[in-house]
């Protein structure tokens, strides 16, 4: 039988947009920071710790982006993931429901694109609706006929910088892919051996499960996203504080 993988003591997850990318009005010109690509390289060659990227984005999209060996890539918030060794995993039993939903909501989404500046992200198991090119006194109307289609149709609404994202199945979330992965590297949380970064609402689910199982939560931006996380102010400010956390900076 092959040997399996020793379970990690320490598991590293990371939001990308906003959190190892800066967040730009062009999302396919988003990119991993190169101190970023640094802090992944220095934490997969840790002994007994896995590093996870976890995005909302398409599995293929993300893989595209962080191209450091090594990493567990999650896709579609988790429901989709792409593993060190070049294995695919996918939540094969909920597609079906998947293509159920998205027949039903993504005709009435589509009204969205007579707005002028809202564009749709297609996602498979989410929609992002920007609104970021929508002038100020659009965007009500845009949240008021989300809120309708959640009413009618039991999807989930989360609301990150500029974006409305639609969650089509409403338990497929950053905390769901955070509990998968758990259960994929057998690593039952405990004090100090869980640490994940993000920076919108998405990611405060999983922040707040990791928090109460005693781990460390980082909010990438302003404004402290949930009581009990660390803030930092950007991008380049996580990875220093990763760094100190991990001691990839101490001396011999």
Request: hydrophobic share 45%.
């Given at each position: 039988?092959?040997?399996?993988?020793?379970?990690?003591?320490?598991?590293?997850?990371?939001?990308?947009?906003?959190?190892?990318?800066?967040?730009?009005?062009?999302?396919?010109?988003?990119?991993?920071?190169?101190?970023?690509?640094?802090?992944?390289?220095?934490?997969?060659?840790?002994?007994?710790?896995?590093?996870?990227?976890?995005?909302?984005?398409?599995?293929?999209?993300?893989?595209?982006?962080?191209?450091?060996?090594?990493?567990y890539?999650?896709?579609?918030?988790?429901?989709?993931?792409?593993?060190?060794?070049?294995?695919r995993?996918?939540?094969?039993?909920?597609?079906?429901?998947?293509r159920?939903?998205?027949?039903?909501?993504?005709?009435?989404?589509?009204?969205?694109?007579e707005?002028?500046?809202?564009?749709?992200e297609?996602?498979?198991?989410?929609?992002?609706?920007?609104?970021?090119?929508?002038?100020?006194?659009?965007?009500?109307?845009?949240?008021?006929?989300?809120?309708?289609?959640?009413?009618?149709?039991?999807?989930?609404?989360?609301?990150?910088?500029?974006?409305?994202?639609?969650?089509?199945?409403?338990?497929?979330?950053?905390?769901?892919?955070?509990v998968?992965?758990?259960?994929?590297?057998?690593?039952?949380?405990?004090?100090?051996?869980?640490?994940?970064?993000?920076?919108?609402?998405?990611?405060?689910?999983?922040?707040e499960?990791?928090?109460?199982?005693?781990?460390?939560?980082?909010?990438?931006?302003?404004?402290?996203?949930?009581p009990?996380?660390?803030?930092?102010?950007?991008?380049?400010?996580?990875?220093?504080?990763?760094?100190?956390?991990?001691?990839?900076?101490?001396?011999?």
């Open positions: 039988m092959p040997t399996r993988e020793p379970v990690p003591e320490r598991v590293w997850v990371f939001d990308f947009d906003g959190t190892l990318s800066l967040l730009v009005a062009d999302r396919g010109a988003a990119a991993l920071l190169p101190e970023a690509r640094e802090l992944l390289s220095g934490l997969v060659r840790l002994p007994r710790q896995a590093t996870a990227v976890l995005s909302s984005r398409l599995l293929d999209d993300l893989a595209a982006r962080v191209d450091v060996r090594g990493l890539l999650g896709g579609g918030s988790g429901a989709e993931w792409l593993l060190p060794g070049g294995e995993r996918t939540a094969d039993s909920k597609t079906r429901r998947l159920h939903i998205r027949s039903a909501v993504l005709p009435a989404l589509e009204r969205l694109r707005i002028p500046g809202v564009d749709l297609d996602k498979r198991w989410s929609v992002a609706v920007h609104v970021r090119q929508a002038a100020p006194d659009e965007r009500p109307g845009v949240l008021s006929f989300l809120e309708s289609l959640v009413r009618t149709t039991g999807i989930r609404l989360l609301r990150g910088p500029e974006v409305f994202e639609i969650l089509l199945l409403p338990e497929i979330d950053k905390l769901f892919g955070a998968v992965l758990c259960e994929m590297l057998r690593h039952v949380p405990s004090p100090g051996s869980l640490v994940y970064a993000g920076d919108d609402e998405n990611d405060t689910m999983a922040m499960w990791v928090i109460r199982n005693g781990g460390i939560a980082l909010s990438v931006g302003a404004e402290t996203l949930i009990g996380v660390r803030l930092v102010d950007g991008p380049s400010a996580l990875v220093r504080e990763v760094r100190r956390l991990a001691g990839l900076d101490e001396k011999g």
